[in-house]
């Protein structure tokens, strides 16, 4: 079960806000400027079309001259809706500081949440995905086990059209990133991937023979040497240029946070992407 570091939490929360579309802006009484498409004539922005978006936002006028697909977004006053996805699966507990980790960073988020106002829902993703009631992610967080491999794939009820999606997991997935934004990604107003490795998951260091076992998917025998290190590494290069590539124009992106790195390291990433920012 993932310990996560209430302190390092409690810390935190005082001096940062929630902030996963920085072109947002308060408004007050728990309102904001919503990012998605609404129903005044108050230009907001542009963003790139995506497969599953509306093609009647699509502005023809930008495709006749760049040939470029974007979605010609207007002001929408919502209450603010948040939907964490957190992977469960058996990686993300390859050690129990990486669980760990994850877990803090996924109270963090929710607690950014809670604080702020926004309507927050938790999704836990393990053989299936389970919804969790506002309120109770605590001990539901508390109590997850992480096992089994594709609760990220399951069918997912009643998320919020235009809603602010965020992506707690290790990103390891045998489908890759483009499958798993085009499925957790449809009809959201942004959505982001707080990507969780170890230092050994970026750069491994093995060598020799060895029997490695893949926590989803069995053992094998395999000696690992230079050659299959660099093969590792430019396969790991293109997993992540895809995940960039899938994110690119839904938010903020990818933010990478390595488990030696410590917690801190991973707070000036989230500030730095503008998934949170200093409190006023």
Same mark, same amino acid.
């Given at each position: 079960?993932?310990?996560?570091?209430?302190?390092?939490?409690?810390?935190?929360?005082?001096?940062?806000?929630?902030?996963?579309?920085?072109?947002?802006?308060?408004?007050?009484?728990?309102?904001?400027?919503?990012?998605?498409?609404?129903?005044?004539?108050?230009?907001?922005?542009?963003?790139?079309?995506?497969?599953?978006?509306?093609?009647?936002?699509?502005?023809?006028?930008?495709?006749?001259?760049?040939?470029?697909?974007?979605?010609?977004?207007?002001?929408?006053?919502?209450?603010?809706?948040?939907?964490?996805?957190?992977?469960?699966?058996?990686?993300?507990?390859?050690?129990?500081?990486?669980?760990?980790?994850?877990?803090?960073?996924?109270?963090?988020?929710?607690?950014?949440?809670?604080?702020?106002?926004?309507?927050?829902?938790?999704?836990?993703?393990?053989?299936?995905?389970?919804?969790?009631?506002?309120?109770?992610?605590?001990?539901?967080?508390?109590?997850?086990?992480?096992?089994?491999?594709?609760?990220?794939?399951?069918?997912?009820? $009643?998320?919020?059209? %235009?809603?602010?999606?965020? #992506? =707690? +997991?290790?990103?390891?997935?045998?489908?890759?990133?483009? &499958? *798993?934004?085009?499925?957790?990604?449809?009809?959201?107003?942004?959505?982001?991937?707080?990507?969780?490795?170890?230092?050994?998951?970026?750069?491994?260091?093995?060598?020799?023979?060895?029997?490695?076992?893949?926590?989803?998917?069995?053992?094998?025998?395999?000696?690992?040497?230079?050659?299959?290190?660099?093969?590792?590494?430019?396969?790991?290069?293109?997993?992540?240029?895809?995940?960039? $590539?899938?994110?690119? %124009?839904?938010?903020?992106? #990818? =933010? +990478?946070?390595?488990?030696?790195?410590?917690?801190?390291? &991973? *707070?000036?990433?989230?500030?730095?992407?503008?998934?949170?920012?200093?409190?006023?």
């Amino acid at each position: 079960m993932p310990t996560w570091n209430h302190r390092s939490v409690a810390e935190a929360a005082t001096r940062l806000r929630l902030a996963v579309d920085p072109r947002r802006q308060r408004q007050g009484n728990g309102y904001r400027l919503g990012s998605g498409a609404g129903n005044s004539l108050e230009f907001h922005d542009y963003r790139s079309y995506v497969s599953g978006d509306d093609p009647r936002l699509i502005d023809w006028g930008v495709y006749a001259r760049s040939d470029q697909l974007v979605l010609r977004r207007h002001r929408q006053e919502i209450s603010p809706r948040l939907e964490v996805f957190y992977d469960a699966s058996a990686s993300m507990a390859l050690t129990a500081e990486k669980e760990s980790f994850a877990a803090t960073l996924c109270a963090l988020i929710l607690s950014l949440a809670q604080q702020d106002g926004t309507r927050a829902s938790l999704w836990l993703c393990d053989n299936y995905a389970k919804p969790i009631r506002s309120g109770q992610w605590i001990p539901a967080l508390q109590q997850q086990q992480s096992s089994g491999t594709a609760g990220l794939l399951s069918t997912f009820s $009643e998320l919020g059209h %235009g809603s602010e999606r965020i #992506l =707690i +997991t290790d990103g390891l997935y045998s489908q890759g990133g483009p &499958a *798993l934004v085009k499925h957790i990604g449809h009809g959201a107003g942004t959505l982001c991937c707080i990507q969780v490795l170890t230092q050994s998951e970026i750069q491994p260091q093995y060598s020799g023979g060895k029997r490695l076992e893949d926590v989803e998917g069995g053992f094998r025998e395999i000696v690992i040497d230079d050659r299959m290190l660099d093969r590792y590494q430019q396969r790991f290069s293109r997993h992540q240029a895809a995940w960039q $590539e899938a994110l690119r %124009g839904r938010g903020v992106g #990818l =933010i +990478t946070c390595v488990v030696e790195e410590g917690f801190q390291t &991973a *707070l000036k990433n989230l500030l730095k992407a503008g998934v949170v920012s200093n409190a006023q």
